[in-house]
């Protein structure tokens, strides 16, 4: 059975990394998403992305993923294949690190917690699952345009 945590100290992990000329790509995303039982979407989110070299830090709670990491360039594809046949993932926005060295991380830690981002929101009725859909900029000016909606910017003055 694959080890679900590391067992080698963070002074060799280093090294290796250091040392190993696989090119890598660094990404990050989030989503929203019910998930029943962290504990085992961790356990089989773990063996699928150890299994291909990806290296980072992933939270993970009943509300969601909030990942960032570091996938060998040669498993990208296979990355996104694995990541977008988890249905809530399917076609999220994967980002990536420009002027990096995929180098950031040395080992995988995928946590649980009860939280994946510190927001400060304590009111249980809260779910973060109620969101809206991404426009384009063409949707988006279709949509201000209509007396119907609501517009609210949010950017900081």
Known sequence: MTSLHNRVSRK????????DPTPRTTVS????????????????LYRALNSIGVLGRIY???EGINA?????AENFEVFKSYLYSIEPL??????????DDGKSFYAL????????????????LFDMSTKGRYVNAE??????????????????A
Not at 14 to 19: H, L, T
Not at 90 to 98: L, P, S, T, Y
């Open 12 to 19: 060799e992990l280093k090294e290796r990394i250091v040392n």
């Open 29 to 44: 995303f989030y989503c929203y998403f019910k998930i029943t039982d962290p504990e085992i979407f961790r356990n089989t």
């Open 60 to 62: 993970l709670a009943q």
């Open 68 to 72: 960032q990491l570091s996938v060998p």
């Open 90 to 99: 399917n076609g999220i926005h994967v980002n990536i690190a420009v002027d």
């Open 109 to 124: 830690d995928i946590k649980v917690r009860n939280k994946i981002v510190a927001d400060g929101i304590t009111d249980p």
């Open 139 to 156: 949707e988006f000016n279709k949509l201000t345009g209509d007396s119907e909606t609501l517009e609210v910017d949010g950017r900081y």
